[in-house]
């Protein structure tokens, strides 16, 4: 069975430090995996994904995310943290090669960027 | 392009009463989800409809949730009887299906007393 795992509940760091927020997953075969970020009352907004190709994905916002499959992980990235970017992230997975399967979410992690 | 539309907003029910969420999804998006999120988790799939069969409702609590998606466009999913766990907030969800991500609606914030 596939699943999603942010070991984070909440990070915290000074603005304009590098930040990482951390995914594992386990799925059958090759997956595909994204990156979601939720403000308040607010539905999920896209960031990156990672389907093939060069392990580092670079996304909206100045976000990137690597990708490792020898320990399935896919870690979220930012060089230089903004106040703004403070809020929810969730990271998501599906098997590769089927519209048909299921989008799992992690449970997600608070990021807060202090000033 | 316009996103995906949910409506209500917000609703305040008591138990055992009946409520229904509407979503108008992005144009040309084939693929349909409805997602449960409870305070302080992830999304929780619920349904997915691939224009208008339903590809995946294996979480879908049966005796009380349904969904529908006629035509292939716009889509409902009623609760009823509501109980106070179903107190969540319900985002509907669209994408081109394949490697496209899902694009969601802002949600409908569901509470029962």
């Known amino acids: 069975a596939q699943s999603v795992a942010q070991p984070e509940d909440q990070v915290n760091v000074a603005e304009g430090n590098p930040l990482t927020v951390k995914c594992t997953y386990s799925v059958s075969g090759n997956p595909y995996l994204f990156w979601y970020v939720q403000y308040p009352n607010r539905g999920l907004q896209f960031l990156l994904k990672y389907i093939t190709g060069d392990n580092l994905v670079k996304g909206s916002y100045g976000f990137e995310a690597e990708f490792n499959k020898s320990q399935t992980s896919f870690h979220l990235k930012k060089p230089s943290a903004l106040v703004s970017d403070s809020a929810l992230y969730f990271c998501a997975v599906r098997p590769l090669g089927s519209s048909a399967s299921k989008i799992i979410f992690g449970s997600g992690t608070r990021l807060s960027i202090r000033p | 392009e316009a996103g995906v539309a949910q409506s209500p907003r917000y609703k305040i029910i008591e138990k055992r009463q009946s409520v229904a969420f509407w979503c108008n999804p992005i144009?040309?998006?084939?693929?349909l989800y409805w997602y449960q999120q409870i305070l302080g988790q992830g999304p929780k799939l619920l349904i997915q409809?691939?224009?208008?069969?339903?590809?995946?409702d294996s979480q879908l609590p049966k005796d009380r949730f349904s969904a529908e998606r006629l035509k292939g466009v716009d889509s409902t999913l009623k609760i009823q009887p509501a109980k106070l766990e179903d107190s969540a907030v319900y985002l509907c969800?669209?994408?081109?299906?394949?490697?496209?991500?899902?694009?969601f609606g802002n949600g409908t914030r569901l509470t029962v007393t």
């Open positions: 144009s040309g998006h084939a693929t």
């Open positions: 969800a669209s994408s081109e299906g394949g490697g496209s991500p899902l694009h």
């Open positions: 409809f691939q224009n208008n069969g339903v590809v995946d």
